[in-house]
């Protein structure tokens, strides 16, 4: 199985000059933790993610209102993502290596056309529990959540 077969593609994202407080408004709207971050004609090039996570922590650390802070001030800048042809197997390991759980699926051109998340993943797994030949077991989507979930060494010392 393909990413493009399991991706979530009526996705939601913003722009970086777009204040949290509309990043965190889209979220709680459409019942999710992680908005891709566009920029560029259309609006259609990632160029990072925001997390609820991000927003919590953006706030706290400037100490001022959401809708004073810019989505560019507390995204991860990082872009890790996958392509529509990915296996799904190729995208859990990305997940698991980089310790993230949700990934912005790209087109060849940069251009954003979905989202694939760890629920998906297991979603999927259990679906494909009594198939032969599997793409993904339930045990490597546990593996992929536990290496999420491990503290950090920076979390362990402080």
């Keep these: 199985m393909r ?15 777009d204040s949290l407080e509309l990043a965190a408004q889209l979220m709680w709207d459409h019942d999710c933790g992680c908005i891709p971050v566009c920029a560029g004609d259309g ?10 996570r991000d927003i919590c ?7 001022r209102p959401l809708r004073e802070l810019r989505v560019s001030d507390a995204m991860a800048r990082r872009l890790l993502a996958c392509r529509p042809q990915d ?11 980089a ?9 060849d051109q940069g251009s954003l056309i979905g989202m694939l ?16 030949g599997r ?9 992929t959540l536990a290496a999420i979930c491990e503290p950090t060494r920076q979390a362990l010392t402080a």
């Design 43 to 52: 609006a259609s090039r990632t160029i990072g993610v925001i997390t609820d």
């Design 57 to 63: 922590m953006g706030a706290l650390f400037q100490g």
């Design 135 to 143: 793409d993904l077991t339930e045990a490597e989507v546990n593996g």
């Design 117 to 132: 998340s760890l629920a998906d993943l297991a979603r999927e797994a259990m679906r494909e529990q009594s198939q032969p």
């Design 3 to 17: 990413v493009h077969e399991l991706m979530t593609q009526q996705i939601q994202s913003c722009r970086p000059d």
């Design 99 to 107: 310790r993230i759980r949700r990934l912005p699926v790209l087109d």
């Design 87 to 97: 296996t799904l197997a190729e995208a859990e390991k990305a997940m698991r290596d």
